[in-house]
C-alpha cells in the first residue's frame, strides 16, 4: 500500500487480512530533480506562457476531473483575483471538465492557463509561487513531493492519505475539501504573510529529501521483498 490511508481503504473492503498488507510510502527522483536543476534544462518561463514576471501564480497538477477538484480551483481564483490584481493561474494537466473551467475563466475574466498533457511538469511546477491540491479524495497524492522539490509553499485538502504527508502549518497547510473562500483565503494569507510561505517552503523541501525520496522506496521494497 502506497499509504496508510490506502491500507486502511483495503481492510474496509476485505480485499485481504492484514496481515498480507504492508505499506510502502511513495517517492519521487529527487537525484533527477537535482541535476535538471543544476543542469538548468528548462523551456518553460513565464514569457513563454504570458505570465508577467511581477505576476503571483497560483497552481495545481492534476487530472482536470472531479477528483482533484477543478471547480473548487477555478471558483476560489474568482476570490482570489479580487483580492491579488497581479494573480495569474495554471493548471497543468487535462481532463473531462477542462472546458467548463475554461468556460468559468473566460466568464469570470480570470487570467488562466491550462497545459494539457505534459512529460516535463516540475518545469512548470517552477513557475508557481503558491501550489494548491484540492482533491476531494487522494490515495497519496505524489504530485505533494513534486511541490516540495521545487520549494513551493502547499495548501492540500485534508482528505486520506494527505495528513501523512502534508504537516497542517509545518510543511504545508491543510484545508477542508470543497470549500473555495476558505482556499482563496489560505492564498491570501499565504500571499500576505512571507515568513510563513518561506517556512512552509524551506520545510517542505527537507520533508522530501527525509521521507519521500523514491530511493527510500525503493529500499524498502526489497526488504520486502528479500
Not at 473531462?96 to 473566460?106: F, G, I, L, M, Q
Not at 504545508?172 to 473562500?181: A, C, K, N
Not at 482563496?184 to 499565504?190: D, G, H, N
Amino acid at each position: 500500500c502506497i499509504s496508510e490511508a490506502e491500507k486502511r481503504s483495503a481492510l474496509s473492503k476485505r480485499i485481504c487480512g492484514e496481515g498480507k498488507l504492508q505499506v510502502i510510502l511513495n517517492g519521487v527522483d529527487v537525484e533527477k530533480y537535482e541535476h535538471r536543476k543544476i543542469s538548468g534544462v528548462n523551456t518553460v518561463n513565464r514569457e513563454a506562457c504570458g505570465i508577467s514576471e511581477d505576476a503571483f501564480v497560483i497552481g495545481m497538477v492534476g487530472r482536470i476531473s472531479e477528483q482533484k477538484a477543478p471547480d473548487i480551483f477555478i471558483r476560489a481564483a474568482k476570490e482570489i483575483q479580487d483580492n491579488i490584481p497581479n494573480a495569474y493561474f495554471i493548471i497543468v494537466g487535462d481532463g473531462p471538465d477542462r472546458k467548463k473551467v475554461e468556460e468559468y475563466a473566460r466568464e469570470n475574466d480570470i487570467s488562466l492557463f491550462i497545459t494539457g498533457w505534459v512529460e516535463n511538469t516540475s518545469d512548470y511546477i517552477d513557475l508557481f509561487d503558491v501550489a494548491l491540491l484540492l482533491s476531494r479524495w487522494e490515495g497519496f497524492g505524489l504530485v505533494l513531493p513534486e511541490y516540495m522539490l521545487s520549494g513551493k509553499p502547499i495548501i492540500a485538502t485534508r482528505v486520506d492519505a494527505i495528513p501523512e504527508i502534508i504537516l497542517d502549518g509545518e510543511n504545508g497547510i491543510l484545508i477542508e475539501p470543497d470549500d473555495e473562500v476558505i482556499a482563496s483565503e489560505t492564498v491570501l494569507k499565504l500571499y500576505r504573510n512571507k515568513i510563513l510561505k518561506l517556512k512552509l517552503s524551506h520545510n517542505g523541501v527537507i520533508t522530501v529529501h527525509e521521507k519521500f525520496d523514491v530511493k527510500r522506496t525503493v529500499r524498502d521494497t526489497e526488504n520486502l521483498l528479500d
